[in-house]
Structure formats: C-alpha cells, structure tokens
C-alpha cells in the first residue's frame, strides 16, 4: 500500500485544514488508518485512527474535541477535519495504515502500522 497526504498549509490560530490520505495498492477497505504527527525537536505522536468498521479512536489531549478522522473506502481515502487550530498544532502529519482483522482494536502505537505516507507539513501561526 502506497499512500500519499496532502492539505497541509499555512493557517492562523482558530482557522481549520482538512488533510487527506490517498492509498493506492492493496485494499484499502482492509486496513485500519491513522495519522500521527511530529512536531520539531520531539517524539512522533498518536493523533487519530479509524478502523474497518469506522470505530474511531483519539489522542487523549486537546485533539480529541477538535479533530474528526472519518474515511471513504470508495475513494480510498482518509481524512483528518482539523478544527480551532492552535501553533501547537504545528507539525509534519503522516497517515498510516495497517492491515487488520475486525477483532483487532485500533492501536496508538506507530510500530503496529506497516505502511506510511510522506508527510504533510501543517504550520499554524498565533
């Protein structure tokens, strides 16, 4: 599975960005997707996933009542909706996938997902 991220830019603080995640290759309606995000100078971080099914999951911080991850597997494609922006938003966003049976929970951990994109940069300035 390839997988190519976009919509990233340049924003104010408050103002909202939609990236997308576009796969070719394999079957996209089989894996479950994620997207992490690294900030300069810090640690990848665990922002969302969406399973087959569209069971969701969030980062237990500020994210999770400002970002919405959803899917359209006809498309083959996914979506992180960003809302209420803030500089500490800042960073280079990936989508991720990994192949997965229905009885498997969506995992945080970027060492579980096989595949990954090239980065989308997001600078949100105050």
């Known amino acids: 599975v390839q997988l190519q991220a976009s919509g990233g830019g340049f924003v104010q603080a408050g103002d909202s960005l939609r990236l997308s995640c576009v796969a070719s290759g394999g079957t996209f309606s089989r894996n479950a997707m994620a997207w992490f995000r690294q900030a300069p100078g810090k640690e990848r971080e665990f922002v969302a996933a969406i399973n087959r099914n569209g069971e969701v999951r969030y980062a237990e911080n500020s994210v999770k009542a400002r970002f919405t991850i959803s899917r359209d597997n006809a498309k083959k494609t996914a979506y992180l909706q960003m809302n209420d922006l803030d500089p500490e938003d800042t960073a280079v966003y990936y989508c991720?996938?990994?192949?997965?049976?229905?009885?498997?929970?969506?995992?945080?951990?970027?060492?579980?997902?096989?595949?990954w994109g090239q980065g989308t940069q997001v600078t949100v300035s105050s």
């Open positions: 991720a996938a990994r192949p997965v049976i229905l009885t498997v929970a969506l995992s945080s951990a970027a060492q579980d997902y096989h595949y």
